[in-house]
């Protein structure tokens, strides 16, 4: 698959992490989550989901987090918490993640995480909280009329999502690196002023490319353009038919030119596993109508297993409620060994 992405430091550092995961998966310790504010989409699924099934079949130990307290970095209120978090638990069962050897958890039940949250506040300045570029444009979308002490504060406590299982290895998008740079930086001032206690750990930056909403803007929970994984085979036709495309008739990729053809020509290269300049050659004088016809298929095809394993799993939710409850006992108790070892590094007295 080709990517027009430039080669950064960190996808060079990424491409090393892959090596060593090849080699010796054991060694790495996975955390990632999602924000429990809506149905996960194929942007979701493309860029990460599939990476943490990835990761976890190659034997990896993997933590996945809902993050539910962070919701309320960029909004008043949680709304609708209880039907988002069980919907995050259908994604992740339909998608393949195995509750028999990766870790599902939700922040709010682990109060020994959230309480790391007070030494390492004081590890950082309140100068570098507000450098956070990503936080800043956060701060500009943002649906509140003030800006809460959380939205300054919440890379500190996703620092000790990370580091109260001591995960070593975070797979991001871009806008989380300045975050895993805060974690670092806990770490390793934690580990200066109070003994080793926690690793540095790495971000794993996916190879895989954005995909754009159905609006050819990015493809985001809130904006109402994107198709969610638990979507049925008609509603995902009726969205892709409305998608914005142009009034070309030639189908090609040249996301820069064309981001909306080229979005839905990559949608369709992503679900087939092929290179997207072979799906719109293919496609050709086709059209828009050919193109979406193209993808509407590919999608359905592709997603079809996972949306009959995730009905499945709705007709069984106390077993999907107990999966969290199950994780939640897991997370607890990691969460409390390393509590203790912080305390004991830091001379509190017990
Ligand atoms: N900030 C992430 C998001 O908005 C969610 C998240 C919370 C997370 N804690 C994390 C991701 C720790 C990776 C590691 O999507």
Redo the contacts with the bound molecule.
């Keep these: 698959m080709t990517t027009d992405l430039p080669v950064s430091p960190a996808v060079r550092r990424s491409a090393e992490l892959e090596a060593q995961l090849a080699g010796d998966p054991g060694r790495f310790r996975v ?5 429990p504010t809506g149905a996960l989409h194929l942007g979701h699924y493309f860029g990460t989901l599939h990476n943490r099934v990835r990761l976890q079949d190659l034997g990896v130990d993997v933590f996945v ?1 809902i ?1 539910d307290y ?1 919701v309320l970095t960029d909004r008043d209120v949680a709304e609708r918490l209880t039907e988002h978090v069980e919907g995050l638990l259908l994604d992740y069962l339909a998608i393949g993640i195995d509750p028999a050897r990766a870790t599902v958890f939700n922040h709010s039940a682990v109060p020994a995480l959230n309480q790391l949250l007070l030494p390492f506040l004081s590890l950082v300045s309140v100068a570098e909280l507000g450098r956070n570029p990503t936080v800043k444009d956060e701060i500009a979308h943002s649906r509140q009329s003030a800006v809460s002490g959380l939205m300054y504060t919440y890379p500190v406590h ?1 620092a000790a ?2 580091l109260f299982c001591k995960g070593n290895l ?1 797979p ?1 998008g871009q806008d ?1 690196l300045p ?1 895993l740079e805060i974690t670092r930086t806990v770490a390793r001032r934690f580990n200066e002023r109070y003994g080793n206690v926690f690793p540095e750990p790495d971000a794993l930056l996916s190879a895989a490319p954005l995909l754009l909403g159905t609006d050819a803007t990015k493809m985001s929970k809130s904006r109402g353009n994107s198709i969610a994984l638990g979507a049925d085979a008609d509603e995902t036709a009726r969205l892709i038919k409305g998608a914005t495309t142009d009034a070309e008739r030639h189908i090609t990729y040249e996301p820069e030119r064309r981001p909306g053809v080229s979005s839905l020509v990559l949608l369709a290269a992503l679900c087939l596993d092929r290179d997207p300049h072979a799906v719109a050659e293919e496609i050709g004088n086709g059209g828009a109508a050919g193109l979406k016809r193209t993808v509407t298929e590919a999608v359905n095809a592709a997603m079809a297993p996972i949306r009959a394993r995730r009905a499945e799993y709705a007709q069984d939710m106390g077993y999907v409620r107990g999966v969290l409850r199950a994780g939640n006992e897991r997370a607890n108790a990691v969460a409390e060994a390393t509590l203790m070892e912080v305390r004991e590094a830091m001379g509190m007295f017990r």
Aim: no cysteine; aromatic share 0%.
């Design positions: 955390l990632t989550g999602d924000r987090l993050a962070q996703q999502d990370i975070v991001v989380q975050h």
